[in-house]
């Protein structure tokens, strides 16, 4: 890592408090006293008080280390980082049964030095959490697992409610921000298998914005996104997670009215839900709570 590179000062409305209050300082030694993670805390979401307070909460797995080192990512990187916690299926379903949220969402770090990537132990973890937690909604916030269909369907097939992959960037980025074994067109093949393999289930991605992408490439990628059938796109704001040079300056801070002409575009290419804004992240609770009232009560096709 080299020296430390100054960060813009952020805009006005990107100015906000941590969150604090009894329920966050609650739910943190719940889940610290059980050696979890949570993306809230590891990404300092600005939005961890409301998600907290309202029943929502993102946990990652596999421990907090990834063996990839994309350019907007706070997850700290190794070749090897230590094995996953064989008790972390009923650790994770324990906390979230005492956190009472109504809806989960469990992320998780690549481990592209496992054998299976980690694929058996993400699919033990949302059966344990369904089986201790049958009426919450769970969702899988996927990797990649570099392309390889039978690992996706292992994951795919253990009850999560909604499946995620994020597509991070618009294609022309791909390669300067995501880790070279990610992929543009293979992130897009993972939403359209996902969808194959379960049509019934909700699919949803994410993109940041302000790295120098165009509005025609945000365009582009919307249809990209809604031709493999994802329903549900979240918007937001790339924020440098810290001073290295390893994270990507922030090119441009998107204002909200910006982000609000955007998700409109996007609702008019045909997805089920949009959220676009700064503070926006895949894990968002207003997406969540419509997919929640989606889940419980399903249009008919
Ligand atoms: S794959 Fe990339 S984005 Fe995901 S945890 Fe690893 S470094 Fe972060």
Request: glycine letters at 8%; charged letters at 25%; proline letters at 6%.
């Amino acid at each position: 890592m080299t020296a430390d590179a100054p960060r813009r000062a952020l805009p006005p409305w990107l100015k906000v408090g941590l969150a604090t209050g009894p329920n966050v300082a609650r739910l943190k030694t719940a889940s610290r006293s059980r050696g979890l993670s949570t993306v809230c805390e590891e990404a300092r979401c600005p939005n961890l008080a409301e998600c907290w307070g309202g029943g929502t909460a993102t946990f990652m797995v596999m421990g907090d280390t990834c063996t990839r080192g994309c350019r907007f990512c706070s997850v700290a990187t190794a070749a090897r980082p230590s094995l996953p916690d064989p008790q972390e299926p009923s650790k994770l379903a324990l906390t979230l049964k005492e956190m009472a949220v109504e809806y989960a969402v469990l992320t998780t770090v690549c481990r592209d030095d496992l054998p299976d990537q980690g694929a058996s132990h993400l699919a033990a973890c949302l059966r344990e959490v369904k089986a201790v937690c049958p009426d919450m909604k769970l969702e899988m916030l996927l990797q990649d697992f570099r392309g390889d269909k039978s690992l996706l369907e292992l994951v795919l097939g253990a009850g999560a409610d909604v499946i995620a992959h994020n597509v991070e960037v618009v294609e022309r980025l791909t390669s300067s921000v995501r880790d070279a074994k990610a992929g543009y067109r293979q992130s897009l093949e993972i939403l359209a298998h996902a969808k194959k393999y379960s049509p019934q289930t909700p699919t949803k991605t994410s993109l940041m914005l302000g790295l120098g992408e165009t509005e025609a490439e945000l365009i582009q990628t919307f249809k990209d996104i809604r031709s493999v059938g994802t329903e549900i796109l979240t918007l937001g704001q790339y924020l440098k997670p810290t001073g290295s040079r390893h994270h990507l300056p922030v090119e441009r801070f998107v204002p909200p009215e910006e982000f609000d002409r955007l998700g409109e575009l996007a609702r008019s290419l045909g997805f089920l839900y949009v959220a676009s804004g700064p503070f926006v992240r895949s894990s968002y609770r207003a997406a969540e709570l419509f997919l929640k009232g989606r889940l419980e009560k399903p249009v008919a096709a």
